[in-house]
């Protein structure tokens, strides 16, 4: 079974909108870390947000805020007011365990938003 | 702050050469991460490094590929022999043992091989 899922290949948004991308992710762990990156056309990936399965707050960074459903086991990116430089690929990834050293990270397979004017 | 810095950027070989990808990562950063990125398979991790240990290596995918820390500033990943199928970006990332254990990732290795 995947351990990240990412159901949309490809999404559009209107510039100056908010957008949701959503990710699902499978683990037995209790203690665990959720990471969002951008994959911009350039190729280089770009750490955007972090949420701890502990984290009783929803993480935030700028225009990006992370939906943390727990019960649920989804941890959804939402970018509000996009803009055209938000056009990438967004990866969600999973580090199972307590952190301070401990690995896996998993990726899950990316979604290509795409921003119109 | 620099971040990770991985050269070349891009490298094109024929099958049956030997390739060398180098990394430097984040000074100070105590894990080093390999990563391969395909279509097909996408994101996948070959290897990583603590304090210039090798800890896991599962990932990577034959005796063709090795990877060594010679020191905390830089990492080499190698194939040898080379083949049409190794085609695909690489990645090294770096971190810093915390909570986070966030990964911050190289601009990426483009590698071709004909």
């Known amino acids: 079974a995947q351990k990240i899922t990412q159901t949309q290949p490809g999404m559009f948004v209107q510039e100056k909108e908010a957008v949701t991308l959503d990710c699902t992710y499978d683990?037995?762990?209790?203690?665990?870390?959720l990471f969002w990156y951008k994959q911009p056309s350039s190729g280089e990936m770009i750490f955007l947000i972090y949420q701890g399965s502990y984290d009783e707050q929803n993480a935030t960074e700028g225009r990006y805020s992370l939906n943390f459903q727990k019960a649920r086991k989804s941890a959804n990116l939402v970018i509000s007011a996009s803009h055209l430089g938000d056009s990438a690929m967004y990866f969600c990834?999973?580090?199972?365990?307590?952190?301070?050293?401990?690995?896996?990270?998993?990726f899950g397979k990316g979604t290509k938003l795409s921003v119109i004017p | 702050d620099a971040g990770v810095i991985q050269s070349p950027r891009h490298e094109v070989t024929e099958m049956g050469q030997e390739v060398t990808l180098r990394c430097k990562p984040i000074s100070g950063h105590d894990y080093l991460f390999w990563y391969r990125q395909t279509m097909m398979r996408g994101l996948e991790l070959l290897i990583y490094f603590n304090n210039n240990v090798p800890i896991d290596d599962s990932g990577m995918p034959e005796d063709r590929f090795s990877a060594k820390m010679p020191n905390a500033s830089f990492s080499t990943l190698k194939i040898q022999p080379s083949e049409p199928r190794d085609s695909a970006v690489y990645f090294c990332?770096?971190?810093?043992?915390?909570?986070?254990?966030?990964?911050?990732f190289g601009p990426g290795t483009r590698l071709t091989v004909l």
């Open positions: 683990t037995s762990d209790q203690s665990y870390g």
């Open positions: 990332a770096s971190s810093l043992m915390s909570s986070t254990d966030t990964q911050y």
């Open positions: 990834a999973m580090r199972e365990g307590p952190g301070a050293g401990s690995y896996q990270l998993t």
